[in-house]
C-alpha cells in the first residue's frame, strides 16, 4: 500500500488520541518501532494488521474509522497533489479528474506502483457516480475521501454507497450529489459554468477550416505494421517554415523505423488526401468528411500496438475536449476508432502558424499583446476542462492571415499515461518550451504550460529565443538562458517584462500562474 495512506492513518492517530497511543498500536499490529515514509509502499499485510489493531486499541469497528480516516485525509492528499490542481477547481472538478489525479501522485514517487482502480463518471452538472474496486476492501476509506471534499471547498456534498464488494457486490460504487442551498446558487452555478467557455457560430466550417505545423522531425518509432489500411510515407527534413514536408510514399532502402509514417487511404467516413504534421505520439491529415463534404483535420496515433490504456485514454481526453467551444481552442467534431487505431476529427484552419509570423519580424506591442491574451485564454479554458496542453509553442497556434483570430491546437494527449517500459530519457513536448520541472523528470501539470506560455511570450516581445541547448549535458536536454536584453526586450513596459518574467520561473511554486492576475494586467498594459 502506498505510503502516503499510511502516514495519514499515523497523523490521524496521533493528533486525535496522541503519540503513545499511535506506538501502543504498532507494538499491537507486531510492527514495533516501524518509520512510515511518504514516498514508499508497505506491504498490504503490515497495513491490514495495523487498521485492526488501532481499531481494536480504540474499540471502533473499521468502517467507522476508515471514514474518519479518509475525511482528515482529504485535505492533506489535495495539498499533496498540489500544481495538478487549477486554482478555480471545486469538488466536482476535483471528481471529474480523479482517476488521472490518484495515479499521477501516487506514481511521482514510485512509476511501479498499482493503485486501486476507481472511475468517476459525471451524470449531470450536480451529480456523479464513482466506481470503486480494490482487493484491499477500504471501500470506506474512499467514501470518507469523497465526504472530505466537502470541507476542503466549502461545498455541500452528499455522498450515497450504492453497492459494496464487502457485500457480495463484483465492486463498490458511490453516487455523490452537490447539494445546491437555493436557485440562486444554482443561478450562479450556471452562469460560472457558460463563462468557462465562449460560443461560435454552429457552422464554422467555411470560416475555421485548419491548418497545422510542426517544429521537428516525427521521434516516436512506427513499426511499419498495421491493420492493413494504412500505407508509409518517408519523413524528409524539416523545412525552414517549421512544416514538415513528405517526400514519397514508398520508404528507401535501408531507412530507418522511427522516420516512417502511415498514410491511410481512409479514416472512416474521411477520405485523407496529405499528412498536415507529425508529433511524437500522433499524426495529423487533411481529410474530407464525405457525410457533410467539409474539409477537417483528422489526429490519430501512429503506432495501433501501444497499450489499450493509452489508447482508450486518448480518446477519453478528445472526447473531453470535445465539450468546450472556444474561440481560441480548435474544435473537436468527432471522436472513433478504426481497427486498433483511435482517432478524433478537429476543424480545419486556413492561415499561418505563430512561427511563421514571428519568422517574418517582431510584432507590433498592441497586436503581440491582444495574441498573447488570445492564447493565454485559451490555456485557461483546457485548464478548467482538468487538461494539461503539454507542448505550448509557436507553432501550435494558428492566426488567421489578418491576424485577428488565433487558435491553439495539437494537445500531447495521454503523454503522461506512456507506457511503463518508455525510457527514463524521453520527455514530451517541443526542445525550447519545456518547462524545468518536466527536464527534472517530474509529471507534468498545468504550471508547465505557463512556464511554456512564458517562452512564447518572450519570443514575440523580445525578437529573440529564450532557451538554448545545453552542449555539456549529454541527454541534449534544454536549459533556461538568461533572458537576453535585447533592445526590443529593453524598450517594452516594465509590467510586460515582470510578467514574462513570472512565468518564465524556474520553480513551478513560484511561478506566476494565476490566469485572472496574468490577463489583468494584460488589459491594463493594452490602455498604457
Known amino acids: 500500500m502506498h505510503g502516503s495512506i499510511c502516514v495519514i492513518v499515523k497523523q490521524f492517530v496521533e ?151 464487502q457485500h457480495g457486490d463484483p465492486f463498490c460504487t458511490f453516487t455523490v450529489n452537490k447539494v445546491v442551498d437555493n436557485i440562486d446558487d444554482a443561478a450562479a452555478d450556471d452562469r460560472n459554468s457558460q463563462s468557462a467557455s465562449s460560443s461560435l457560430p454552429e457552422d464554422s466550417s467555411n470560416s475555421d477550416p485548419y491548418a497545422m505545423t510542426t517544429d521537428m522531425p516525427i521521434s516516436a518509432a512506427f513499426d511499419g505494421e498495421d491493420d492493413g489500411e494504412f500505407a508509409l510515407m518517408q519523413e524528409s527534413e524539416t523545412s525552414g517554415s517549421g512544416t514538415s514536408t513528405m517526400s514519397s510514399r514508398e520508404p528507401k532502402m535501408g531507412q530507418a523505423p522511427s522516420q516512417l509514417i502511415p498514410l491511410p487511404k481512409r479514416i472512416d467516413r474521411y477520405s485523407i488526401h496529405e499528412v498536415l504534421g507529425v508529433g511524437g505520439m500522433g499524426v495529423v491529415y487533411r481529410g474530407i468528411d464525405e457525410s457533410l463534404m467539409r474539409t477537417v483535420a483528422v489526429k490519430t496515433i501512429k503506432n495501433p500496438k501501444i497499450e489499450s490504456s493509452m489508447q482508450e485514454l486518448f480518446l477519453a481526453e478528445a472526447r473531453r475536449l470535445a465539450k468546450l467551444n472556444h474561440p481560441n481552442v480548435v474544435r473537436i467534431y468527432d471522436v472513433g476508432k478504426t481497427g486498433q487505431r483511435p482517432y478524433f476529427v478537429m476543424e480545419y484552419l486556413p492561415g499561418l502558424t505563430l512561427l511563421s509570423r514571428l519568422g517574418r519580424g517582431p510584432l507590433n506591442l498592441k497586436v503581440a499583446l491582444r495574441i498573447f491574451g ?64 518536466r527536464i527534472k523528470g517530474m509529471p507534468g501539470d498545468y504550471r508547465g504550460d505557463f512556464f511554456s506560455l512564458g517562452c512564447i511570450g518572450y519570443e514575440m516581445f523580445s525578437g529573440t529565443t529564450l532557451l538554448q541547448l ?29 510578467t514574462i518574467r513570472g512565468m518564465l520561473h524556474s520553480d513551478p511554486e513560484e511561478r506566476l500562474c494565476d490566469y485572472k492576475e496574468i490577463r489583468e494586467k494584460l488589459e491594463m498594459m493594452a490602455y498604457t
Open 374 to 437: 488570445n492564447i493565454l485564454d485559451g490555456v485557461d479554458a483546457i485548464h478548467r476542462l482538468g487538461m494539461v496542453h503539454r507542448d505550448i509553442k509557436p507553432g501550435n497556434v494558428v492566426l488567421s492571415d489578418d491576424l485577428q483570430k488565433c487558435h491553439l491546437l495539437d494537445f500531447g494527449l495521454a503523454v503522461d499515461n506512456a507506457p511503463k517500459h518508455t525510457p527514463d530519457r524521453w520527455i514530451t513536448g517541443t526542445k525550447g518550451y519545456i518547462p524545468p520541472e
Open 15 to 165: 493528533q486525535n488520541y496522541g503519540a503513545d497511543i499511535w506506538r501502543e498500536i504498532l507494538n499491537s499490529a507486531g510492527h514495533e518501532g516501524l518509520v512510515l515514509s511518504p514516498i514508499q509502499n508497505y506491504p498490504d499485510e503490515a497495513v491490514i494488521a495495523i487498521i485492526g489493531a488501532a481499531c481494536e486499541h480504540l474499540e471502533i469497528d473499521q468502517r467507522t474509522a476508515l471514514v474518519e480516516v479518509g475525511k482528515f485525509a482529504t485535505p492533506q492528499l489535495i495539498r499533496f497533489a498540489k500544481g495538478m490542481l487549477h486554482p478555480s477547481w471545486k469538488s466536482f472538478e476535483v471528481l471529474r479528474n480523479l482517476e488521472s489525479l490518484i495515479h499521477r501522485t501516487i506514481r511521482i514517487s514510485n512509476p511501479d506502483a498499482e493503485p486501486a482502480t476507481i472511475q468517476a463518471f459525471e451524470l449531470s452538472d450536480s451529480q456523479f457516480q464513482i466506481v470503486y474496486s480494490s482487493h484491499r476492501g477500504l471501500c470506506a476509506l474512499a467514501n470518507g475521501i469523497l465526504q472530505g471534499l466537502s470541507e476542503v471547498f466549502d461545498e455541500s456534498i452528499e455522498v450515497i454507497e450504492d453497492t459494496c464488494c
Open 470 to 498: 545545453a552542449e555539456e549535458n549529454p541527454a541534449n536536454r534544454i536549459s533556461l538562458k538568461e533572458v537576453k536584453e535585447t533592445h526590443q526586450w529593453q524598450q517594452l513596459p516594465d509590467k510586460v517584462r515582470s
